[in-house]
């Protein structure tokens, strides 16, 4: 059974950093392109960053420069580095894994989905 798990999660001000860890078992981890999603109230799920077998990543424009994606092969954990975080920021945040990485922007690429950590930022 796979599963995917998110942690790091938390309140934090404006300009401060945190790492979101993703955790996933029941799966063959070197072999899934990673990915992080967000979801503001109210709001669409959203591409956040996403890092391919080989370690190449890809961001969204938003996020460039202030975010950082990365990978423990050995660990099957992915990881999301949040440096000047600002309240805009604040959303319950996803991992997600996906096997063909066809396109990692597109949500419904991914097969497996973690429950979501809750990342808040306060101004």
């Known amino acids: 059974q796979v599963q995917v798990v998110e942690s790091g999660g938390g309140l934090v001000q404006a300009g401060g950093s945190l790492r979101l860890s993703c955790a996933a078992s029941g799966l063959t981890f070197s072999e899934y392109i990673m990915g992080w999603f967000r979801q503001a109230p109210g709001k669409e799920r959203e591409f956040v960053a996403a890092?391919?077998?080989?370690?190449?990543?890809y961001y969204a424009d938003s996020m460039k420069g202030r975010f950082t994606i990365s990978r423990d092969n050995a660990k099957n954990t992915a990881y999301l580095q949040m440096n000047s975080l600002k309240p805009e920021d604040t959303a319950v945040y996803f991992c997600?894994?996906?096997?063909?990485?066809?396109?990692?922007?597109?949500?419904?690429?991914?097969?497996?989905w973690g429950q979501g950590t809750q990342v808040s930022v306060s101004s």
């Open positions: 997600a894994a996906d096997r063909y990485g066809r396109l990692y922007s597109r949500i419904s690429e991914y097969d497996y």
């Open positions: 890092i391919s077998w080989s370690g190449g990543t």
